[in-house]
């Protein structure tokens, strides 16, 4: 936080309170204190603080009550309760009434400026994560659609890998979008005037691919009438992008590290060496280390295309952003479609942020493009997502993925779909879904790494 926080003791004890302010001085923050329930609310409407210390047992309003008027209002901040009420009910009541935490009287000095610096720190954390959100363009970057944390760091990975022209590996599963990243790098780059020239190595025949890399000259094979710039000249002084890597066979594996090496190449049939000046990416679905270590892919090529390394989270992992991605893709759809579509339902929701997308964020488009090309329009519901064809259904079955939107789902997984889907609808902001749905933000936190533990075992035990 770039100013001191301000924490309001609210405390009737005049010597408790006296003796709380002098711990908090220690602290790096401003404090105040009052003494009612009212001089509270007089001084949330003049200043409202970063954070509340309350006594629950005050002269005109019992403290609870106090912060139930603060959230009428809009002016509830993260409160800490120190109160002599011994009661498991009261302690319930506070929780839910939004407190981060339940201090019992008498209170140690320590006791009291850990919890102090620790909402402290958090508080810290969510202003630099919102003023993180702030600097992102809304909904996405550079062609990704998402703004979940793990989206996030991956955005400013990016940035930071495009301010080098060192080669970057991206590693991620089929439908992750490593071609969007590419571009991404690209683009966020000192290059981003010149071309970005991509080389698919699945799809171009093995005896093709040399010449498709390397260009070639007149009369090098048959049917080569003229001379043929490659991939590699192409990209002068751009990008070269390399999607599949790991499907480039051994020999020509070899002629690319020299390349890498000395940036100097020989067109097939050619005898002059020529210069490029390329920066690389490349990308693959495989554990490039692993296709090491089974002799389909270089050691020393990996260790020189290795040098930034960027994963591409599976949308499984990127669980805020699956409504998100929904919405998206079937406002642009019906655009493109020339029909009216009016949202989704809370059961499709539901069944969309419940099903794990081995097929990634290319899945979701298919099922979302499908749905817009087959209806006529109106609310996508769960029923119009029953058709999906799935590779790998939930449960191993075929009869499992033939029955997508009836599976009777784990009660945490369903605990999961609606605080998720409170989190979409509120953009992003945790806070407000917890008020929504009744609950404290931390809760919801607590739940989340809780099924990050969980969601492992359970698909271990699904197998």
Same mark, same amino acid.
């Given at each position: 936080?770039?100013?001191?926080?301000?924490?309001?003791?609210?405390?009737?004890?005049?010597?408790?309170?006296?003796?709380?302010?002098?711990?908090?001085?220690?602290?790096?923050?401003?404090?105040?204190?009052?003494?009612?329930?009212?001089?509270?609310?007089?001084?949330?409407?003049?200043?409202?603080?970063?954070?509340?210390?309350?006594?629950?047992?005050?002269?005109?309003?019992?403290?609870?009550?106090?912060?139930?008027?603060?959230?009428?209002?809009?002016?509830?901040?993260?409160? +800490?309760?120190?109160?002599?009420?011994?009661?498991?009910?009261?302690?319930?009541?506070?929780?839910?009434?939004?407190?981060?935490?339940?201090?019992?009287?008498?209170?140690?000095?320590?006791?009291?400026?850990?919890?102090?610096?620790?909402?402290?720190?958090?508080?810290?954390?969510?202003?630099?994560?919102?003023?993180?959100?702030?600097?992102?363009?809304?909904?996405?970057?550079?062609?990704?659609?998402?703004?979940?944390?793990?989206?996030?760091?991956?955005?400013?990975?990016?940035?930071?890998?495009?301010?080098?022209?060192?080669?970057?590996? +991206?590693?991620?599963?089929?439908?992750?979008?490593?071609?969007?990243?590419?571009?991404?790098?690209?683009?966020?780059?000192?290059?981003?005037?010149?071309?970005?020239?991509?080389?698919?190595?699945?799809?171009?025949?093995?005896?093709?691919?040399?010449?498709?890399?390397?260009?070639?000259?007149?009369?090098?094979?048959?049917?080569?009438?003229?001379?043929?710039?490659?991939?590699?000249?192409?990209?002068?002084?751009?990008?070269?992008?390399?999607?599949? +890597?790991?499907?480039?066979?051994?020999?020509?594996?070899?002629?690319?590290?020299?390349?890498?090496?000395?940036?100097?190449?020989?067109?097939?049939?050619?005898?002059?060496?020529?210069?490029?000046?390329?920066?690389?990416?490349?990308?693959?679905?495989?554990?490039?280390?692993?296709?090491?270590?089974?002799?389909?892919?270089?050691?020393?090529?990996?260790?020189?295309?290795?040098?930034?390394?960027?994963?591409?989270?599976?949308?499984?992992?990127?669980?805020?952003? +699956?409504?998100?991605?929904?919405?998206?893709?079937?406002?642009?759809?019906?655009?493109?479609?020339?029909?009216?579509?009016?949202?989704?339902?809370?059961?499709?929701?539901?069944?969309?942020?419940?099903?794990?997308?081995?097929?990634?964020?290319?899945?979701?488009?298919?099922?979302?493009?499908?749905?817009?090309?087959?209806?006529?329009?109106?609310?996508?519901?769960?029923?119009?997502?029953?058709?999906?064809?799935?590779?790998?259904?939930?449960?191993?079955?075929?009869?499992?993925?033939?029955?997508?939107?009836?599976?009777?789902?784990?009660?945490?997984?369903?605990?999961?779909?609606?605080?998720?889907?409170?989190?979409?609808?509120?953009?992003?902001?945790?806070?407000?879904?917890?008020?929504?749905?009744?609950?404290?933000?931390?809760?919801?936190?607590?739940?989340?790494?809780?099924?990050?533990?969980?969601?492992?075992?359970?698909?271990?035990?699904?197998?």
């Amino acid at each position: 936080m770039n100013t001191p926080a301000l924490i309001l003791l609210v405390e009737d004890d005049v010597l408790l309170a006296r003796a709380y302010m002098a711990f908090l001085s220690r602290l790096p923050c401003e404090t105040a204190h009052v003494a009612s329930a009212a001089e509270a609310l007089a001084f949330f409407a003049r200043r409202p603080p970063d954070l509340l210390l309350l006594d629950l047992l005050l002269p005109d309003m019992h403290g609870i009550e106090l912060m139930r008027e603060l959230n009428e209002r809009g002016l509830a901040c993260p409160t +800490i309760v120190v109160t002599v009420e011994n009661s498991a009910d009261v302690a319930v009541n506070a929780m839910q009434a939004g407190a981060l935490d339940y201090l019992l009287k008498p209170l140690s000095p320590e006791r009291l400026a850990t919890t102090v610096s620790n909402a402290l720190e958090g508080l810290n954390l969510k202003a630099r994560l919102r003023d993180y959100e702030a600097a992102l363009p809304d909904g996405g970057y550079e062609g990704f659609i998402g703004t979940s944390p793990v989206m996030r760091v991956l955005y400013r990975l990016i940035g930071n890998a495009a301010a080098s022209d060192a080669s970057v590996f +991206i590693t991620g599963e089929s439908g992750t979008g490593k071609d969007v990243c590419a571009e991404a790098i690209h683009n966020r780059g000192r290059r981003a005037g010149k071309a970005l020239i991509a080389i698919n190595c699945a799809a171009i025949p093995r005896e093709l691919m040399e010449s498709e890399l390397f260009g070639h000259q007149r009369g090098a094979f048959t049917g080569a009438e003229r001379n043929r710039d490659g991939a590699i000249a192409l990209a002068n002084g751009g990008t070269l992008f390399f999607d599949e +890597i790991c499907e480039l066979n051994l020999d020509l594996q070899a002629k690319l590290l020299r390349f890498v090496e000395s940036r100097a190449y020989k067109p097939v049939g050619g005898g002059q060496e020529l210069d490029s000046d390329v920066r690389i990416i490349c990308a693959t679905n495989r554990d490039p280390l692993e296709e090491v270590r089974a002799g389909h892919f270089r050691e020393d090529l990996y260790y020189r295309l290795y040098v930034v390394p960027i994963a591409l989270p599976p949308l499984r992992d990127r669980h805020e952003d +699956i409504l998100f991605l929904a919405r998206h893709f079937l406002e642009r759809f019906a655009r493109e479609e020339g029909k009216s579509f009016t949202g989704i339902s809370a059961r499709a929701e539901a069944e969309l942020l419940a099903y794990p997308w081995p097929g990634n964020v290319r899945q979701l488009q298919n099922v979302i493009r499908r749905i817009v090309v087959m209806q006529a329009g109106g609310t996508v519901d769960a029923l119009m997502l029953t058709p999906a064809p799935q590779a790998n259904p939930p449960g191993g079955g075929a009869s499992g993925g033939a029955k997508f939107a009836t599976q009777i789902r784990p009660l945490w997984e369903q605990e999961r779909a609606i605080i998720e889907r409170a989190i979409a609808l509120c953009g992003g902001n945790v806070i407000e879904a917890a008020s929504r749905l009744g609950i404290s933000d931390s809760t919801i936190y607590r739940k989340r790494a809780k099924w990050r533990v969980v969601e492992p075992e359970s698909a271990v035990s699904a197998d």
